[in-house]
C-alpha cells in the first residue's frame, strides 16, 4: 500500500492510497457531515451533504466513497461547500415531519444535530407552495416504519441487506414519490422480517422504531389491581448505561433493579434465572437426542437452540425442513413468564389474570415473541408487555428518575438469582458455553468441573468447538447474524452428521448487539467495538458469580424438587416447551 | 457457420440486386420504422404487393426498409431505377400507392407531383424557393431506408460484417483501438467522452471477464435517432458490439434496449439469432478462435437507466439508481468487471470507420467531433424529421435550410437541444457550428441530438417546466438535491406562472439550480437544472415579466393570461368555432368578442385565427 500527499484546507497530510477523502478528513479530525454514510455497510453516497471542494473538478464530490489521489487539494469549509450542505439539509427539513418531542430519537437524532449544528431555518417546509410528500405506515406487534419522518438515506436498506441477506426493505416507486418499505409497502409482518432490528439502528432519525408499550407499561404501574413483575434480560445490563452517557460496556444491573423499584414494579426478577432453567431443559433435550442417537435410535441430530426469535422467524420461514432439530424449549422470557404466571402465582397466591409479565429486552423481535399463539394458556399470556433496552431509558427518563444517581439495589425475588451460565445467554457463543457446562457434567462419569469453552467466544461468523465427554469428542459450531446462516445450513447439510449442537442468534455478537439496545452513533461505530465491550461487562458477571453452572441454582434445583420434577417430565414440558411451525412469505391475503 | 468466403459470395450477390444489376427492373422500398407503421405504411405496402401479384409483374423487387428520416411526410414509398434514379413518394395514401404501382411501376411513368420535392421546399424570407446544398451525409444511417432490417444478406451486401473480418483477421486488439481512439469518434449519447479512450482503459483492466454494453435506453423526449437505426439497421450496431469485444477481450455483450421500443427490440432480436445462424456471434466468430455472446436486455421505461451506472444496476437485477463515480465502468462495472458502454449511434459509426480508416472520419466534421451527428428535429419546423450532418454545420444551416425554417413563417425564438439534460439556444447562437464544446459553451449540450425549434409562441418559463416536470418524474429518488430539489424548482415555476412569485422565488430558483447542479449525484440530476438555468440566463426578461407584471408575454402560461380580439379582427368566425366553452361571440364579418368570465385561457382561438388578432394580455 502506497502513501499519497493531499492537502485538506491547506493542510497538508499524507494517507495511504486506499483512503477516502472522508477517511483523511477523520484522521485528521477535519469535520464533515453525513448522513447516509455508514462505514462498509451504507456507502451509496446519496445523501449529499458529506460534498467537498476538488480543485480541478467542476462539481462538488462526495468525500465518503472517492479516493484521494496524489497532489489532490480539497476543500471542506467554503462558502460554495457550505451553502450546498445547508441547501441540502433545508431541502430534507422540508420533507421531515417533525414531532421530536414524542420521537424515539429525540435525544440521539443525526438530523438535528446537523440542522442544529448549520443553523438550518425550515422556512421551506412551513411554507405552503411546497407539497409534503406523501407517508406511509407499516406498523407491526414489533416493528414500524413511519415514512414521514424518512430522509432517504438508504441506510436501513443497505443495513438489512448487509446484516440479514434478505433485503425485507428497499426504496418503493421513484423521484420524490420515493419511500422505504417492504416491497409494495406489504405487511412488514408478512415480508419475511425477522425482526431484528438493524434497520432501527441504522436509521439515522425516527423513521424505523420498536412498537413500543410504554403507555401500557405506565397503565399497568397506575392500576392497582394489577400485580406487576419485571424481568431483565441478560445483555439490557451492559447497554443501558449508555443512554445516560456511561461508556459502553458499563454493567448498570444494580441502578436497573433500583429504577424498577422507583417505578414501582411489585417484583423484580431476572431472565437470567429462566436462562438456568432453559440449559436444564435444552440440555435434557440435548442429552436424550444425544443418548438416542448413540443407541440407534432416529432422531433430529444437531439440535439447534431456540433462544434467539429473531432466528426462529428465519428458520420458519426460509428452512422449515429443520424445525425439527430445533430445541422445543422456549426462550428464557417465556419460560420466565410462564414460570411466573403458572407456578410463582400459586406461592405469592395472587390470581395470574392480576399478574402482569412486564419484560425488558434487548430485542424487538421479543415483542413478536410474546405474541404467539403458542405462548398464551386460555387466553393468558405468559408475557404480557416488552420493552427494549431504548424504551426502558425513555421510560426511566419519563418518570423523572436520576439514573446516574440511583443507589444499588439488589431484587429479593428467587427468580431472581442466577448463575454465571445465565448470564452469558446475552452474548454469541453463551447459550453454547452454559450448555456444556452443564451437558458435560451430567454426561461425564466424573464431572470435571469445566468452566471455561473459550473457542466459542468471540466474534468470528461462524464458530466450531469440540465438546470432550470422557473419551468421545462431539462438534459443535455457533453462529450469530442471519446473513451467516446460509453459510451455516450449507455446512450442516454437507455433513449432517458432523455437528451435535448448533447455536444460532439472528443478530451479529448476540443479544448484546440486539435490535433493542442503544443506538450508537454512526461515526463512532467507524471506531469502538460495540459488542466486545458490551459482551465484556457480561464475562465479567459471569467470572465473578460464585455458582457458574446452571443445574447448581439453588433456587433452579428447588424448583424441579418442589414443582416442576425431572426436566423435561410433564409438566415442565406443559409450561416450558414450544411448537414451530412453517409460515409463509408474502403469503396468500386472507 | 458462414466463413469469410461464404460472406463474401452473398456480399457480391446482394450487391448486385440492391444496385438492380440483377433481371429486376425497380426496386420499391417502403419506410416501415415505427414512424412508418404509425402512418399505416403497411397498409401501402400490402397494396403495392397485391399489385404487383395481381399484374403478374416479375421485375420488381419489393422491400421494407427502416426509417428514411422524413417523418412527416410518412408513409414514403421511394423507387429506383436501373440508372440509380431515386423517386421518393410522400405521404402516400391507398389512391397514390394504387397509383404509383399502375403508372410508375407498369407504365414508367414518374408521378411528380407527389414526389418529396413538392413537400419540402426551402424558401426565403419572401416566400421564393430557394435551392439550398445538401448538407446531409450519413454515416450512422447509412443504411437506414436502404436496406431490409430483417435482411442479413442485404446488410452482408452493402460491406456489411466487412469490418469484423478486417478486425478479426488482419489487426490485433490495440490496433482496433488505436484506429477508434485515432478516428476522434466521442459518444454520441450525450456526454462526448472519446469512444477509443474508452475502449482503451477497459482494455487496460482485461484479464478476467469484461462486458460490452450497449446503451439503448433512449429517453429524452423528442429524440429517436438511436430508434431509428435499431429498427432500421440493426446489424451495424451488432458488428461494432463485436469489434468492441474484440478489441477489449470481451466474450459477452448486452443491449439494453427500453420495452417501450417493441419494434426495435423485435428486429434486433431477429437479427441477433440470424447473426447467431450464421456464425457471427457465438463460439468461435467466423471461424475465428473468438467468442462473444449477446443479449438483450430490458428496459422498463427509466429515464435514469440511460446513466451508464445505473443501466448498469439495472442489467444486475437491482433497482435502477446510479453510483458514485469513480469507479468508472472502465475498471468496475457490470458485475464489478471492467465494461464499456457507448450508445447505439457511437456505436453504428464503428465500423466505417474500420473498413475506411481514421483518417477518413476525423477528415468529417470539426478538429475536436470528428464524423457526424444525427439530430432528430422537432417542434415548431417545417421539416420534422431525422437528419444527420457532418458536426460544426451551424444552427442555422440545420434549422433553416435542413429543416426549411419554422412553421406559419413564424420568427425562430430558440432552440432546445440536450433533451430534459439541455438547455436553450437562441438567435444570437444560430451561427454556431454545432459541436459538443461550442453547445456546452453556449449553455446548453449536445445531449443525444433532440432538436426542439420553438417560435414566439413558446413562453420560455413553460418551457423550462416542462423539461422539469420531466425530470421530476423520472429522478430515480437516491440523492437529495435532485429527489425533493427538483421538485421545488418546480413548485417555484408553477408560483412564477401561476402569477403568484416574488423577486425573492426568482433568487430562490437561481441558488436551487446552481446547488442541484452542483451536488447531484449522477449526470441526470447534476443537468436537470439546465432548463431552467438557461432560460434564467438568456430570457430573464420573460420570466420578470410574469413576476412582476404577472403576465405571460406568449400567452401560454394560462393561469395569468388575458386573450383579447384587436380590431383586426375579420370576423370570420374560426375563433368562435374552435372555442370549447363558448366564450367568444360575435356576428359574421364584424368584430368578435372574448366573454372573460367565461373564457378558461386554453388559448385554442390564438392559433386559429388568420389574422393574428387575438392577443394576450
Redesign the interface.
Known sequence: MSNVKIWINNQEMTVPSTYTVLDAANDADIYIPRLCFLKDISETSACRLCVVEIEGLNTLKNSCTVQVWEGMKVHTNTKRVNDAVKNNLKLLAANHHFECWVCHREENCELLELLRRYNVPNTMGEDPTFSKKTSYCNISNSLTIDTSKCILCGRCVSACNHYTGLGILDFNRRGFDTYVAPANNDFIDDAGCLYCGKCIQACPVGALSGTSDEDIVIDYLNNDNYYVIAQLAPAVRAALGEEFGNPIGTNVEGKIYRALKRMGFDEITDVNFAADVTIMEEGTELIGRIQDHLQGKETHLPLFTSCSPGWIRYIERYYPEYLPHLSTAKSPQQIQGALIKHIYADIINVPKERIKVVSFMPCIAKKDEADREQMKDKGVKDVDAVLTTREFARLIRRFGINFNNLQDYKPESPLATYTGAGAIFGTTGGVMEAALRTVKAFLEKEDKHTIDFTQVRGSVAIKEADLVIDNQTFKVAVVHGAANFPEMFRRIKENPNKYIFVEFMGCEGGCINGGGQPIVKARDLETIDVCKLRAQALYTIDSENKIRRSHENPNVVSLYQTHLGKPGGELAHKLLHTTYSKKEVFGEKK | MKTKQDLNKIREENLKKLNLLDNNKYRVVVGMASCGLAASADVIYDIIEQTIKEKGLKDISLTSVGCIGECALEPIVEVYDKDNNRYTYCMVNEKKAKEIAEKHLIGGEVLNRYLIENFKKVTDEEGKVIDVPNYQYRIALKNCGIINPLEIDQYIGLDGYKALEKVLFEMTPEEVVDVVTKSGLRGRGGGGFPTGLKWKFTAANKGGQSFVICNADEGDPGAFMDRAVLEGDPHAVIEAMIICGYAISATQGYVYIRAEYPLAVERLQYAIDKAYEYGLLGKGVLVSNFDFDLEIRLGAG?FVCGEETALIASIEGE?G?P??K?PYPASQGLWGRPTVINNVETFANVAQIILKGADWFKAIGTEKAAGTKVFALGGKIKNTGLLEVPMGTTLREVIYDVGGGLTKGKAFKAVQTGGPSGGILTKDDLDTPIDYDNLVRKGSMMGSGGMIVMDQDNCMVDIAKFYLEFT??????????C??????ML??LN?ITDG?ATMKDLDDLR??AL?I?????CALG?SAPNPVLSTLDKFYDEYLEHVVNKRCPAGVCKNITKLLITDECIGCGKCLRNCPVNAISGDVKKKHYIDLELCVNCGTCKPACPVNAIVSL
Open positions: 427509466a433497482r439508481m453510483r458514485n469513480p421530476v418524474e423520472e429522478s430515480c429518488g437516491k440523492c437529495t438535491p429527489r425533493d430539489g427538483n421538485l421545488r413548485e417555484i408560483k403568484k441558488k436551487l446547488m447542479k452542483d451536488t447531484s449525484l447534476q
